[in-house]
C-alpha cells in the first residue's frame, strides 16, 4: 500500500539556520503530496502542497518540491524562526478531493533563540 | 474559517468504559475523519465519513466504532475502553471538490484509560 518516509527527529536547530527535512513515498499512480505542521497544543493544518510532478508548494518561506523521479518531497526553510518550533508531517493522498491521507511519523522541530 | 471542534481537551475514563468524543465542523463539509496519533507512529485513520450515515473503515478499527447522523456531526465511540487505547484523537473533516480539498483539523483530545 501506498506510504511515506520521512525524517523523525527531534531536530532542534538555532535561528536562521538552514531547514531540511526529507520525505519520500511509496504510491500507486500520482499521488498528491502535503506538508502539514502541529504547533504545540494545536490540530493539523496545511502547510503547503502539490498536486503533479515538478510542483512547488509555497508558505511562509517554506518550499518543496514534488520530484517523480526520486519519489521525494523535501521540505525546506533558509532561515528558521522561533515561531516554526513544531512537529511537520509529510503526507500523500490518491487523485480526488475526498481521498484519506497518509501519514508520515511526523518531526519535531526546535528552535532556539 | 472553518472551524473544527472536539468536545473535549483532556479525557480521562476506566477500563471498560464507553467513551464517546464528539466532533463539530461548521462548513457544511461532506467528508470527516478521526485519526489517533502516537509518538513514533504519526497519524493513523481510525474510520472516516463521506455523507450522513455513511462510513468506512480506516487502518485501525478494531476497538473502534462511529455515528453520523448530521451532516456536521461525526462521533467516534470506544465500545469498551482499554488502556492500549490511551493516544491523542484528532477530528478532520474535507470538502468533495474539483482539486484537492485540504483536511481541517480540530485541536485534538487527549484520553486516558485508567
Known amino acids: 500500500g501506498d506510504s511515506v518516509t520521512q525524517m523523525e527527529g527531534p531536530v532542534t536547530l538555532s535561528e536562521e539556520a538552514f531547514l531540511t527535512i526529507n520525505c519520500t513515498y511509496t504510491?500507486?499512480?500520482?499521488?498528491?503530496l502535503f506538508w502539514y505542521v502541529q504547533y504545540p497544543g494545536e490540530g493539523l493544518q496545511l502547510l503547503l502542497k502539490?498536486?503533479?510532478?515538478?510542483d512547488k508548494g509555497s508558505n511562509k518561506g517554506f518550499e518543496a518540491t514534488y520530484r517523480k523521479e526520486t519519489t521525494s518531497f523535501h521540505l525546506e526553510k533558509g532561515s528558521v524562526q522561533v515561531s516554526d518550533s513544531a512537529v511537520y508531517f509529510c503526507a500523500l493522498s490518491g487523485r480526488g478531493g475526498s481521498e484519506k491521507l497518509v501519514f508520515g511519523k511526523g518531526m519535531k522541530l526546535t528552535v532556539n533563540p | 474559517d472553518v472551524k473544527v471542534t472536539q468536545s473535549s481537551r483532556y479525557l480521562v475514563k476506566r477500563t471498560g468504559e464507553k467513551v464517546f468524543l464528539e466532533c463539530v465542523q461548521d462548513?457544511?463539509?461532506?467528508?470527516m475523519f478521526w485519526y489517533r496519533q502516537d509518538p513514533g507512529l504519526g497519524l493513523r485513520l481510525i474510520y472516516f465519513?463521506?455523507?450522513?450515515?455513511?462510513?468506512e473503515k480506516g487502518d485501525i478499527p478494531e476497538g473502534y466504532s462511529v455515528s453520523r447522523e448530521k451532516k456536521e456531526r461525526f462521533s467516534l465511540i470506544l465500545e469498551s475502553a482499554s488502556t492500549n487505547q490511551t493516544s491523542m484523537y484528532l477530528c478532520?473533516?474535507?470538502?468533495?471538490?474539483?482539486?484537492?480539498?485540504?483536511?481541517?483539523f480540530g485541536d485534538g483530545t487527549r484520553l486516558s484509560i485508567l
Open positions: 478532520a473533516s474535507s470538502s468533495t471538490g474539483t482539486g484537492y480539498q485540504p483536511q481541517h
Open positions: 502539490a498536486t503533479k510532478a515538478d
Open positions: 504510491a500507486t499512480g500520482y499521488p498528491s
Open positions: 465519513s463521506y455523507d450522513v450515515k455513511m462510513k
Open positions: 462548513m457544511d463539509h461532506e467528508n
